[in-house]
C-alpha cells in the first residue's frame, strides 16, 4: 500500500453542480490529469494526487472512513450526513474537519408548498407529510420547532411528490429556483444556506502527504483571492497620496514609481482584494489620479 502513502485522494461529485467548479479549481492550481478510461478516476500527472469521481451523498463517508483524504463536497450533505450519524453540533471534527467553505455551488435547503395545497408556512406543518432528500436536517429542524409531521424520504425528483399525492410540502434544494416553479411549488422557509466546502479526513495524514494538502490549500486560496483582485495602475500628483489609499479597497501599501521629467506626478501600482467599482475608479478620479488601469490577476501567492 505504498501508494495510499504518498498519493492524495480526493473525491469529487461525478455529475452535478459542483464537479465542474471542483475539477476547474484543481486545474488552476496548477493540476494536469489524465482521465482513466472508465472515467472514475483522475490521475494527476504533476501532483501527487488522483480525484475519485463518486455520487456527491457518499463523500463524507468515503472521507470519515478514510478512503479519501479530501472531498469537496455541498455543506447541505455534509450536515445530513453528520446529523444522520447521530454527532452533536461541536464533534464534527472527529468525523472530519471543514478545511476551507468556498465560494461556488450556492443553494439553499428550503421548504416548498404547493401553490393550491393547505400548507403555505411552516407554521401550518404539523400532522402534515414533508417529502425530502434530507430526511435527518428536516427532523432536526422539526425536533427543534416542536412539530409534528411525517417525513416521507425521496432519492429523487422530491418537486413530484405533492402531484402523487405521497406528501403536501416539500424540503428541497433550490438554486435558482426553477424545478420547485416548473411544478408550481412556492419557495418557503429556508432551513440551510449550503455552498461548496472541503473536507479532510480525521485520520492523522503521513507529513510528506499533509505537506502536499498545505501546498495545495495555499494555493485554492490564492485561486479565489484572485477571482475579486484587481492590480490598479494610475499617475497621481504626490499630494493625493493619502487620499488615493484610503480609496483603494483591501489593498496593501502602493508601490509609488517617479515618472521621467515630471516632479509633482508619480505613477501609483496597486493590488486591490476587493471588487473595484467604476464608483471607486471615478472618485480616484475626482482625487487628482488619471490615466487609471485596472487588469485582472491571475495568480497570487500570499
Ligand atoms: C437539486 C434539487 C432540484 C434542483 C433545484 O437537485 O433537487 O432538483 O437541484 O435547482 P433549481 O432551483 O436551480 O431548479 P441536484 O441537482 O442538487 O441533484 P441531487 O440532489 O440529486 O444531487
Ligand atoms: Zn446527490
Redesign the pocket.
Request: charged share 25%; hydrophobic share 25%; proline share 0%.
Given at each position: 500500500m505504498i501508494d495510499k502513502e504518498t498519493r492524495i485522494k480526493i473525491a469529487i461529485?461525478k455529475s452535478?453542480?459542483l464537479t465542474d467548479h471542483s475539477l476547474d479549481l484543481l486545474q488552476r492550481c496548477g493540476l494536469k490529469y489524465t482521465r482513466a478510461r472508465d472515467q472514475l478516476i483522475c490521475f494527476g500527472e504533476n501532483m501527487p494526487l488522483d480525484i475519485l469521481l463518486v455520487r456527491?451523498?457518499d463523500i463524507p463517508a468515503l472521507v470519515r472512513d478514510d478512503v479519501c483524504d479530501l472531498g469537496f463536497v455541498?455543506l447541505n450533505i455534509v450536515e445530513e450526513t453528520r446529523l444522520g450519524s447521530g454527532e452533536d453540533n461541536d464533534s464534527e471534527t472527529e468525523h472530519f474537519s471543514v478545511l476551507r467553505r468556498m465560494d461556488y455551488g450556492h443553494?439553499r435547503l428550503s421548504f416548498g408548498y404547493p401553490e393550491d395545497g393547505p400548507v403555505q408556512s411552516a407554521s401550518q406543518l404539523n400532522g402534515r407529510r414533508i417529502a425530502t432528500?434530507y430526511p435527518n436536517i428536516v427532523n432536526d429542524y422539526l425536533k427543534r420547532e416542536s412539530v409534528d409531521a411525517e417525513v416521507v424520504e425521496f432519492s429523487?425528483?422530491?418537486?413530484i411528490a405533492p402531484s402523487l399525492g405521497r406528501a403536501d410540502v416539500i424540503c428541497?434544494?433550490?438554486?435558482?429556483?426553477?424545478?420547485?416553479a416548473?411544478h408550481k411549488i412556492r419557495e418557503g422557509e429556508t432551513l440551510l444556506e449550503s455552498e461548496a466546502v472541503i473536507l479532510q479526513t480525521p485520520v492523522a495524514l503521513p507529513a510528506g502527504k499533509q505537506q502536499w494538502i498545505d501546498r495545495l490549500m495555499q494555493r485554492i486560496d490564492g485561486v479565489m483571492q484572485v477571482r475579486e483582485s484587481k492590480y490598479i495602475m494610475m499617475h497621481a500628483p504626490k499630494s493625493a497620496l493619502a487620499r488615493i489609499s484610503e480609496l483603494l479597497p483591501g489593498s496593501e501599501a502602493p508601490t509609488v514609481l517617479p515618472l521621467e521629467g515630471l516632479d509633482d506626478i508619480v505613477a501609483v501600482h496597486v493590488v486591490c482584494r476587493e471588487t473595484v467599482f467604476w464608483e471607486t475608479l471615478e472618485n480616484l478620479k475626482g482625487a487628482g489620479a488619471s490615466s487609471v488601469l485596472v487588469v485582472p490577476v491571475e495568480k497570487m501567492l500570499a
Open positions: 461529485q452535478g453542480r456527491d451523498d455541498g443553494c432528500s429523487g425528483a422530491v418537486e428541497d434544494l433550490v438554486s435558482t429556483g426553477t424545478t420547485m416548473a
